[in-house]
């Protein structure tokens, strides 16, 4: 079981509330929702009262007919064999996906006036509710689930390191780390790149260093999103998912990773992809960043829908779809360099939807490209990723020079630099960006 710190605070938020609603845990297949959820209990509550309902087919007939917690919960009795406890019970509900009626009853839970501690999680959740008619809307909480940033790899596989990245994390003025630290600090996130933030690769990985191994796990996640694909669409959406997330490690390789139905099929079209795209996007395995030609705020009303690139939900997963020799990866500064930068831009992308922010990236006149846009405290912050050593930066030059943002950030596997308002993050600390922010600020 992998600890995370800040999922187990909102958790425990959660169980001490006084209007407690039933919580929908999200996120994609193999994040760890089900060994997270089922380790809390133990901790937390004096019994666990768990149903899968993907693996127990039976228990779609108790939700069938009956409304009311307690008949449900009688029956639910009945197939564990075992009293379910009003009290300090936590009941799970897990792959509730499957079972529409179950996800309805969710609002009866709620209304009760005992109010049950209960989590339901499932796996394509995003796509259930986006069909979902009767959907109990504002009677339950919600909790998203991602792949563990660096920061929690860090927690759970190198001690010494963590301690090292949260002492320069925490200094009060943004100072140089000294090469004896940033070093075995930017190894790390190498390896951290290679195995990504799923939790069984992760694990594996960090306790045995085997290859093998963990491109066994990754194939087995990355098989069953394409059996997903299969079995919660039509056959038509279907191929048409597969042709899309095939392509994907080809649209990030190219120089400019604007995504092209050309580069998916010969002759596809937006229109008749699109619902593929949305089923990804509701199934939680890719990120969408959008184009903004107009960096005012809110970034979202500047969208330009048309035009947008597309991330891997965990860098770990892209990694094993390019096919490249994690090895080969590991040494020198290749892993930075491969696929054009694709492994590092994906990271950012990761990081940044994961967190505070909603990023999207801006062109000018196919002249200039800024990577990331966020918003911050009512400014818009650029954003540049580079995979080298070389930085120079023609387009944060020329976005600084027409637009004269508060701050900018570059992100790359240099040390931490400061200039009046220009900033260079070491890429590991994505994740604590509003950290350096905030501290540039002051």
Same mark, same amino acid.
């Given at each position: 079981?992998?600890?995370r *710190? #800040?999922?187990? =605070?909102?958790l425990?938020?959660?169980? @001490?509330?006084q209007? %407690?609603?039933? $919580?929908?845990?999200? +996120? ?9 959820i ?33 008949r ?27 079972? *529409? #009626?179950?996800? =309805? ?5 709620q @209304?009760?006036?005992? %109010?049950?501690? $209960?989590?339901?999680? +499932? ?19 919600f ?7 660096f ?22 003025t ?24 799923m939790p ?21 996640i ?17 191929n ?46 890719i ?21 947008f ?22 040494n020198?500064n ?9 492994f ?68 790359s ?14 890429i ?15």
């Amino acid at each position: 079981m992998l600890f995370r *710190p #800040n999922i187990e =605070t909102n958790l425990n938020s959660w169980k @001490e509330s006084q209007n %407690k609603k039933p $919580l929908v845990v999200m +996120g994609a297949r193999q994040v760890g929702k089900t060994t997270l959820i089922q380790s809390f209990g133990k901790k937390n509550y004096q019994d666990v009262a768990y149903f899968n309902f993907e693996l127990n087919q039976e228990l779609h007939d108790f939700f069938s007919f009956n409304k009311s917690p307690d008949r449900i919960l009688e029956s639910l009795t009945l197939f564990r064999g075992r009293a379910i406890e009003r009290t300090n019970t936590l009941i799970i509900f897990d792959e509730i996906q499957e079972c *529409p #009626n179950a996800l =309805t009853s969710l609002k009866y839970f709620q @209304e009760e006036d005992i %109010k049950y501690h $209960l989590i339901a999680a +499932g796996s394509l959740l995003g796509i259930t509710l986006g069909q979902q008619r009767s959907f109990p809307v504002g009677k339950v909480e919600f909790l998203n689930l991602n792949p563990l940033t660096f920061e929690e790899y860090l927690l759970n596989t190198n001690d010494k390191l963590y301690q090292t990245y949260l002492h320069f994390l925490n200094v009060k003025t943004i100072t140089k780390i000294p090469k004896a630290f940033f070093e075995p600090l930017l190894r790390e996130f190498k390896m951290y790149l290679v195995c990504g933030g799923m939790p069984e690769p992760a694990s594996v990985f960090s306790e045995s260093k085997d290859i093998s191994k963990l491109q066994k796990i990754q194939d087995v996640i990355l098989r069953s999103y394409q059996l997903d694909f299969s079995k919660h669409t039509t056959p038509i959406n279907a191929n048409r998912i597969q042709y899309i997330w095939n392509s994907i490690p080809s649209q990030l390789a190219k120089e400019n990773k604007k995504f092209l139905y050309k580069a998916v099929k010969e002759g596809a079209r937006a229109r008749e992809y699109e619902s593929a795209i949305t089923w990804l996007n509701q199934a939680g395995i890719i990120h969408q960043i959008y184009n903004v030609t107009n960096p005012a705020l809110p970034l979202t009303a500047y969208r330009e829908l048309s035009a947008f690139k597309m991330y891997l939900l965990d860098v770990g997963l892209l990694m094993r779809m390019s096919k490249l020799n994690p090895s080969v990866l590991i040494n020198g500064n290749n892993v930075f360099k491969e696929f054009k930068g694709s492994f590092t831009e994906n990271y950012v992308s990761q990081s940044l939807t994961n967190s505070i922010f909603t990023p999207s990236y801006w062109t000018s006149d196919r002249t200039a490209e800024i990577d990331f846009l966020i918003e911050h405290n009512n400014h818009i912050i650029p954003i540049e990723v580079k995979s080298g050593r070389a930085t120079r930066s023609r387009s944060l030059a020329e976005y600084n020079k027409k637009y004269k943002p508060q701050i900018r950030v570059r992100l790359s596997p240099l040390n931490i630099e400061t200039d009046g308002a220009f900033i260079n993050i070491p890429i590991f600390y994505c994740d604590k960006l509003e950290v350096f922010i905030n501290k540039l600020s002051m």
